[in-house]
């Protein structure tokens, strides 16, 4: 089992820039995948990105691509998401998550074993 904590949230302007971070504790970190997902109210917890469990592969989804960087460092037990050219289109409430499947880029919120509580993002105009 693994325990996930998300920080680095926060108000920016458009063309901003933030760093998400993902603690983990528990088991061996590497030992899973890991994905960021967001949620606005009244929507379905969108993907964003996702990591193998070594960081040897990533996946983004087109609103991330070119922008958006997922990262892991394990040997910190610690997720990232670099965030940049901030967008209003991005304010939601950011997720990490983890599944045991560590080889696997998974894109499906339902597939994923563990969540962290989410961290607030919002991009004022």
């Known amino acids: 089992q693994v325990q996930l904590v998300e920080s680095g949230g926060g108000l920016v302007q458009a063309g901003g820039s933030l760093r998400l971070s993902c603690a983990a504790s528990g088991r061996t970190f590497s030992s899973y995948a890991m994905g960021w997902f967001r949620q606005t109210p009244g929507k379905e917890r969108e993907f964003v990105a996702a990591?193998?469990?070594?960081?040897?592969?990533?996946s983004y989804a087109n609103s991330a691509k070119g922008r958006f960087t997922i990262s892991r460092d394990n040997a910190k037990n610690t997720g990232y998401l670099e965030m940049n050219s901030l967008e209003p289109e991005d304010t939601a409430v950011y997720y990490c998550a983890a599944h045991t499947a560590s080889a696997f880029i998974l894109t499906v919120a339902a597939t994923y074993d563990y969540w962290g509580q989410g961290t607030q993002v919002t991009v004022s105009s």
């Open positions: 990591i193998t469990g070594t960081g040897s592969r990533t």
